[in-house]
């Protein structure tokens, strides 16, 4: 769908998120946490050797860290001098320990399961996003409580979203759009309560979303769109009051408009396209003023199109096509 496509790329620079990671000029100058450095440096050479070969491998600029008891020879070549401070796509805070790591659209190949989630306890941010990583998410992931973004999205990852997943309390990102996960969204996923966006967009999930997705009240954007998702949408998703994107395009859910969706004042794009939904569009709808973009196409919807629309003075996308709405077009809708 073209305008769900424009709609996701226009809110890419939402998803984005600013870090400022203090890294050490020398990684040596801190003998309490050389063990750490080592540790992680290690455990990064390790999961490298496990990935496909390629030439965007080997642009990695990582390299074996320097030993305790380093020769003359190994002083002598400056790129052995470094730690993984200094790595691509590698950064760490100010004692030398790795917390972040942003390898997206590098163009890796090759698994996770060789990838040490216990050698990085201090890892906050993880980008692999617009790889071709395989395999299914370990559960191991929850072993980073320190995360607060992870972006896996547009790789070919498959089986399960892990549960365990719900143990990273800290995460305000979550993204795994474009991948091959299926089953069904974890019901303890309400856990992340400081999640601001969730992109679970354009996989294979399937089944009901639970309910207990209207704990996430920090939620800003809530990606559903591509999926087999089916059944009713629940009404606790009125709680999310900070949402001002909610994309559920291309499902099977069926059944009512909950009412309490038109609660969510805040809400700028809704799109509820291409699924089953029928009842009609109630007058509440006109409380929604900062809506910009409004779909509801090839649905079973009814009833005449109410008055309240021309309310929505903000409206700049409407697609209403393939319903039985009935009657006129309010006047001033344009």
Request: hydrophobic share 40%.
């Amino acid at each position: 769908m073209t305008s769900l496509t424009s709609a996701k790329l226009s809110f890419l620079p939402y998803c984005l998120v600013i870090f400022l990671f203090v890294s050490s000029p020398n990684w040596v100058a801190f003998p309490s946490v050389t063990s750490t450095s080592h540790t992680e440096a290690k455990a990064l050479l390790k999961w490298k050797a496990s990935l496909f070969p390629n030439k965007a491998l080997n642009s990695l600029t990582w390299y074996d860290p320097p030993t305790h008891n380093a020769t003359n020879s190994s002083s002598s070549n400056p790129k052995q001098k470094t730690g993984p401070c200094t790595w691509t796509g590698v950064s760490c805070n100010a004692a030398g320990s790795v917390n972040g790591i942003d390898l997206s659209n590098r163009g890796i190949q090759g698994m996770r399961h060789e990838f040490s989630f216990l050698s990085f306890p201090n890892l906050e941010y993880l980008n692999l996003s617009l790889n071709e990583l395989f395999d299914a998410i370990p559960p191991q992931i929850s072993n980073l409580s320190k995360l607060h973004y992870v972006d896996l999205s547009v790789n070919e990852l498959s089986g399960r979203i892990p549960p365990e997943i719900n143990l990273l309390r800290n995460l305000t990102y979550l993204g795994l759009f474009v991948n091959h996960l299926l089953g069904e969204i974890p019901p303890n996923i309400g856990n992340l309560i400081k999640l601001n966006i969730l992109c679970l967009d354009d996989n294979n999930l399937s089944g009901l979303i639970p309910k207990e997705i209207g704990n996430l009240k920090s939620l800003v954007e809530l990606w559903l769109s591509n999926n087999n998702l089916r059944g009713l949408i629940p009404p606790n998703i009125g709680n999310l009051i900070k949402l001002n994107g909610l994309y559920m395009y291309n499902n099977k859910f069926s059944g009512l408009i909950p009412k309490e969706m038109w609660n969510l004042k805040s809400l700028v794009n809704l799109d509820l396209g291409k699924n089953q939904l029928n009842g009609s569009i109630p007058a509440s709808i006109g409380d929604l003023r900062n809506l910009e973009s409004f779909y509801l196409a090839d649905n079973h919807l009814s009833g005449p199109i109410p008055q309240e629309m021309e309310n929505l003075k903000m409206l700049t996308n409407l697609q209403l096509r393939n319903n039985q709405f009935s009657g006129h077009l309010p006047q001033n809708i344009c």
